[in-house]
């Protein structure tokens, strides 16, 4: 019921933006471009690159909207603009979209550490935060991008396989692998600091 | 459940937990870790989009609009322009014909007949006309 709810309230906009009423694409700009933002900097991580995307994304999406059914969240159906033009930028520069960026922080040495350490009491939290993030940012394009959905946006397993055009399993497996290489990575790091 | 389901479950026990601010007291090694993996996720990125980034998007696209709008209507003018050209260039090769053509018609293209056709084109045609330019692209 929800869901139908939102539709209909995703169908009212795109309606109002097509009949051409003031400030109504600017309001689908304001609610979107978190959505997007997070997609293309986790994506393509130069913040310059991600603005002039997101810019394309939007103007992509002006044009393309009486292409919108209904049939899925509008949401999901911008993720998936978003998405496609991040993976457009990465193919033309040959960056993999699943495969580690070659400037990951001890991501691979991590798998020899045990499970057993306790994380919290060992390193400080700030610098354990940094230390995560750079990890973070060491991981695939497309690991990035389906933490951040998942973890920050908040975004169903479902609507995140709709938005990047893989199968839920994959998606899982992805969340699974990522963080299961960060708490690896997270153990190795205070490891080397004990 | 397997060594993998196990892990798995913890990495939603710890997201979960984070997102509600539970307590971390009682979380065993493994979901510890888990939730400030959790926290350091749900962390936006330092880098931002501009603050007047909605309105500068909706300005960029009304824009696009009206020179699109516009690009349209002068296509069109130029088509009807041709069209009308055509026309009379069509008119000035065959019209002697057709007025030959005609003759058994005498009443329809006595003088009086001639001028009310006229005025009726006329019409139709300056109300099309205003009609077609007095159009203005939407905002």
Redesign the interface.
Known sequence: MKDAGNHEQDRTLVEAILA?Q??A???L??EY?GLC??IL??MVRN?ED??EL??ET??RV?QCLHQYRGESALKSWIGQVAYSMAKRHLERRRIPLAEPSGDQDGLAAAETVA??????AILGDQE??AY??RA?DGLPPLQRTV??LY??DEVPIAEIAHITGLAEGTI?SH??RA??L??EA??HRIGVAA | MNHDENEWLAQEIALDRERRQRDGAHDDALVAGYRKIARALAEPPAATLPTDFASRMARRVSQHAEIDARFEQRLVSMLVICFALSGVVVAWIYGGDWLQASAPFAPLTSDAAGKWLLAVLACVGMSWAAGLFGRRPAD
């Open positions: 051409g003031r400030g694409f600017e309001r700009v304001r471009q933002w997070h900097l986790r913040p991600a603005r997101c810019q939007f103007l002006h499970d057993s350490f306790d994380l919290v354990m935060q995560l993030h973070i933490l951040t973890h920050l899982k969340l699974f963080r299961k960060l708490r997270l153990e």
